[in-house]
């Protein structure tokens, strides 16, 4: 994803997104039979947390509770806080969900007590003393990473070109041209920090492999899902699969938070 420092009608989507999650919330939701509650989603970078706009409501509809984390992007440590401080909301055992980025945050992040599991998507998963972009480097740079461009301020953003072929390209232009309008730009030396201790030796562990990811290498998401001796799906998805295929990631995260719960 990074090795480096290189590096009007997009409001037409909300009517229908906003119609879309209206429809979903009002489904008479069902209690979970057994399993974890509460569900903590954490974004990655140049995102925040509207990218799970489309899982939440099917998590909603099986009655979980679900809290979007809204990362600053400015430290590990920053965004390790913020998804702390959610964390410190749920009234009980909690599954925490990451994609790309949101994986490192998770991987510090989910050595706090409530986190009874963790599901990466499309993720990094460092090891102890390791940053994100050591972990990357150590598989081939894919295409996304030429277009991953660096401001005066220490902060790095993708380009249109970027989002639409490498980032989301498998969305509808629409869908894509919102990403381009509201991505987060990420500081640059947060990429730099390293995990001090990796929750997923601990924890259970799920994790979403996208095919054809262009900013994070498949087959480093299939080295890392090995490693950690994760349970895992391939989704024939871009980077962002919880937007590609919702329903196929909303299932995942029932699947582990029921299966977590049911080993307390």
């Known amino acids: 994803m990074l090795r480096g420092s290189r590096?009007?009608?997009?409001?037409?989507?909300?009517?229908?997104?906003?119609?879309?999650?209206?429809?979903?919330?009002?489904l008479t939701p069902t209690q979970p039979a057994t399993g974890v509650k509460n569900i903590v989603l954490v974004h990655g970078t140049w995102a925040d947390g509207s990218s799970w706009a489309k899982v939440i409501p099917l998590l909603h509809a099986k009655g979980y509770h679900v809290t979007a984390v809204q990362n600053p992007l400015t430290s590990l440590a920053d965004d390790v806080a913020s998804t702390k401080r959610a964390l410190a909301l749920q009234d009980g055992p909690t599954l925490l969900v990451g994609h790309s980025w949101g994986g490192v945050v998770i991987t510090e992040a989910g050595n706090d007590p409530k986190v009874a599991g963790l599901v990466y998507v499309a993720a990094a998963a460092p090891e102890e003393g390791q940053s994100f972009l050591e972990l990357v480097q150590t598989a081939p740079a894919t295409p996304g990473n030429d277009e991953i461009r660096p401001d005066s301020y220490g902060y790095v953003s993708m380009s249109p070109k970027g989002i639409m072929e490498d980032f989301a390209q498998d969305l509808p232009k629409v869908e894509q041209q919102l990403l381009i309008a509201t991505q987060g730009?990420?500081?640059?030396?947060?990429?730099?920090?390293?995990?001090?201790?990796?929750?997923?030796?601990?924890?259970?562990?799920?994790?979403?492999?996208?095919?054809?990811?262009?900013?994070?290498?498949?087959?480093?998401?299939?080295?890392?899902?090995?490693?950690?001796?994760?349970?895992?799906?391939?989704?024939?998805?871009?980077?962002?699969?919880?937007?590609?295929?919702?329903?196929?990631?909303?299932?995942?995260?029932?699947?582990?938070?029921?299966?977590?719960?049911?080993?307390e």
């Open 7 to 26: 590096g009007t009608s997009e409001l037409n989507i909300l009517p229908n997104l906003l119609m879309a999650t209206s429809i979903m919330s009002d």
């Open 185 to 263: 730009p990420q500081a640059f030396t947060a990429l730099k920090e390293k995990v001090t201790q990796a929750a997923w030796k601990t924890k259970p562990s799920w994790y979403i492999v996208a095919a054809h990811d262009r900013m994070i290498n498949p087959d480093l998401e299939r080295t890392l899902a090995k490693k950690m001796k994760a349970t895992t799906i391939t989704l024939p998805t871009s980077h962002v699969a919880m937007l590609a295929q919702p329903d196929k990631v909303a299932a995942v995260i029932i699947e582990a938070a029921t299966t977590v719960g049911a080993a």
